[in-house]
């Protein structure tokens, strides 16, 4: 066992919150260890992949309207800088 000392102050809080949710503190703290061990819902994505879902829903004008350099060209767009020569 892991004893944890904290200020009375800290601790009258603690049991406080726990008492709000109906639990002891100790429960409380196995609940809140407990939640923090989950696993995510969702795996993570790679960012690549939410842009590539995100942009499936732009319209197909604004698609053919965008620029095909913005990459390579993007501080000239951003910053109004001379474009590269690619």
Not at 26 to 47: D, M
Not at 66 to 74: C, N, V, Y
């Amino acid at each position: 066992m892991t004893v944890v000392e904290l200020p009375d102050e800290q601790a009258a809080a603690l049991r406080a919150k726990a008492s709000a949710a109906g639990l002891t503190l100790e429960a409380w703290l196995q609940k809140l260890a407990a939640e923090q061990e989950r696993p995510p819902s969702q795996p993570p994505r790679h960012i690549a992949d939410v842009i590539c879902e995100n942009m499936q829903h732009v319209p197909p004008e604004i698609m053919a309207a965008m620029r095909t350099d913005g990459a390579s060209q993007h501080d000239h767009y951003i910053y109004g800088w001379p474009k590269k020569e690619v």
